[in-house]
C-alpha cells in the first residue's frame, strides 16, 4: 500500500505544472487630451499645491507608481499634475475667472518617481466645472521625453472609467487616493 501511495504522488507530481515566476503584464495607462489650460509659465517641481491651510476644497494625497508594461518601476519620472481650484478655476490667461483663483492654491506641481517607482502629490480633491466632471491633467516624462499625457477621475463622476480613483477619508477629513500610471519606455 505504501508503494502504490508513493507511484500516485509521483504520478501526480509530473502532471503538476511547474509555475515560474513571470512578470504581470499592465495595461498601458489611456491617454487623454492635455485641455486648454496647460500651464504657460514651466511647472514647478514641487509635489505640495497647496500654499498654506486657507486653500478652497479638500487635502487629497495622490500616490502611486510609474511602470512600464511588464510591471518595472520607473525611478526618476518626472509626473505633472494640473487642475483648477476648488472653485472650478484654472490658472491660466485663457481660462474663464482666472482673476478669481484661488491664490493658497498652487494650481499645478511636478514631483520624480522614487527608486521603487513611486510618487505623491498633495492636492485638492477634484471639483466640477461648465460641463466637465471633477478631474486632474497628468503628464509622464521620462528622461525630459512625455510619455503619457492624460486625465485621472473620480470614480462615480463621469470620464473614462479605465482612469478613476477611488477616495478614502481619514479621521482628519483627508482624502487619500491612488492611481498607477503604466507607460512605454
Given at each position: 500500500?505504501?508503494?502504490?501511495?508513493?507511484?500516485?504522488?509521483?504520478?501526480?507530481?509530473?502532471?503538476?505544472?511547474?509555475?515560474?515566476?513571470?512578470?504581470?503584464?499592465?495595461?498601458?495607462?489611456?491617454?487623454?487630451?492635455?485641455?486648454?489650460?496647460?500651464?504657460?509659465?514651466?511647472?514647478?517641481?514641487?509635489?505640495?499645491?497647496l500654499l498654506n491651510d486657507e486653500y478652497v476644497g479638500s487635502e487629497?494625497?495622490?500616490?502611486?507608481?510609474v511602470l512600464t508594461e511588464d510591471g518595472t518601476t520607473v525611478h526618476?519620472?518626472?509626473?505633472?499634475?494640473?487642475?483648477?481650484?476648488?472653485?472650478?478655476?484654472?490658472?491660466?490667461?485663457?481660462?474663464?475667472?482666472?482673476?478669481?483663483?484661488?491664490?493658497?492654491?498652487?494650481?499645478?506641481?511636478?514631483?520624480?518617481?522614487?527608486?521603487?517607482?513611486?510618487?505623491?502629490?498633495?492636492?485638492?480633491?477634484?471639483?466640477?466645472?461648465?460641463?466637465?466632471?471633477?478631474?486632474?491633467?497628468?503628464?509622464?516624462?521620462?528622461?525630459?521625453?512625455?510619455?503619457?499625457?492624460?486625465?485621472?477621475?473620480?470614480?462615480?463622476?463621469?470620464?473614462?472609467?479605465?482612469?478613476?480613483?477611488?477616495?478614502?477619508?481619514?479621521?482628519?477629513?483627508?482624502?487619500?487616493?491612488?492611481?498607477?500610471?503604466?507607460?512605454?519606455?
Amino acid at each position: 500500500m505504501k508503494r502504490r501511495h508513493f507511484i500516485k504522488l509521483i504520478a501526480a507530481s509530473s502532471l503538476t505544472p511547474t509555475f515560474t515566476a513571470a512578470a504581470q503584464e499592465h495595461t498601458l495607462t489611456a491617454a487623454q487630451t492635455e485641455g486648454p489650460y496647460y500651464p504657460v509659465e514651466p511647472i514647478t517641481t514641487s509635489n505640495t499645491l497647496l500654499l498654506n491651510d486657507e486653500y478652497v476644497g479638500s487635502e487629497l494625497r495622490l500616490s502611486g507608481k510609474v511602470l512600464t508594461e511588464d510591471g518595472t518601476t520607473v525611478h526618476n519620472a518626472r509626473v505633472e499634475i494640473w487642475q483648477c481650484d476648488g472653485r472650478g478655476t484654472y490658472l491660466h490667461p485663457a481660462a474663464p475667472n482666472t482673476r478669481n483663483f484661488d491664490l493658497n492654491f498652487r494650481g499645478a506641481g511636478a514631483t520624480y518617481s522614487d527608486a521603487n517607482g513611486r510618487y505623491q502629490f498633495i492636492t485638492i480633491v477634484p471639483v466640477p466645472y461648465t460641463s466637465r466632471p471633477p478631474h486632474i491633467h497628468t503628464k509622464v516624462f521620462v528622461q525630459n521625453k512625455a510619455l503619457l499625457t492624460s486625465q485621472i477621475y473620480l470614480r462615480d463622476s463621469g470620464g473614462d472609467d479605465r482612469l478613476k480613483i477611488d477616495l478614502t477619508a481619514s479621521a482628519d477629513s483627508i482624502y487619500s487616493a491612488r492611481f498607477d500610471f503604466i507607460i512605454r519606455t
